[in-house]
């Protein structure tokens, strides 16, 4: 699954979890289930998190208007997943 969220211009990305995060845990890079976040709107651009087990991830951050994020299952053990919601916020340089 694929989800481009773009806020308007001027505007950057924070992503929250909610309630709660639990997906399969692996010691080799997370790789039957993963959540990846990208701070941009392609799959090349700078990863900020590939997330998988029961750590309670902490909110996340696009530099710009974009972020992209992608989750993987190898559908073989199921877990309760996530909660993520997003919001818009002013870019760092319009806070001051």
């Not at 700078?46 to 998988?52: H, N, P, Q, S, T």
Request: glycine residues 6%; aromatic residues 18%.
């Amino acid at each position: 699954m694929l989800w481009f969220p773009a806020a308007p211009p001027g505007k950057r990305i924070k992503l929250e979890f909610r309630d709660h995060f639990i997906l399969e845990e692996s010691s080799n890079n997370c790789e039957y289930d993963v959540l990846e976040i990208r701070d941009g709107r392609y799959g090349y651009d700078k990863v900020l998190a590939r997330l998988c087990g029961q750590n309670f991830p902490h909110e996340y951050y696009s530099s710009d208007r974009y972020m992209w994020l992608s989750f993987k299952s190898d559908e073989s053990i199921e877990y309760t997943g996530f909660r993520a919601v997003y919001k818009w916020e002013p870019q760092l340089g319009e806070l001051m």
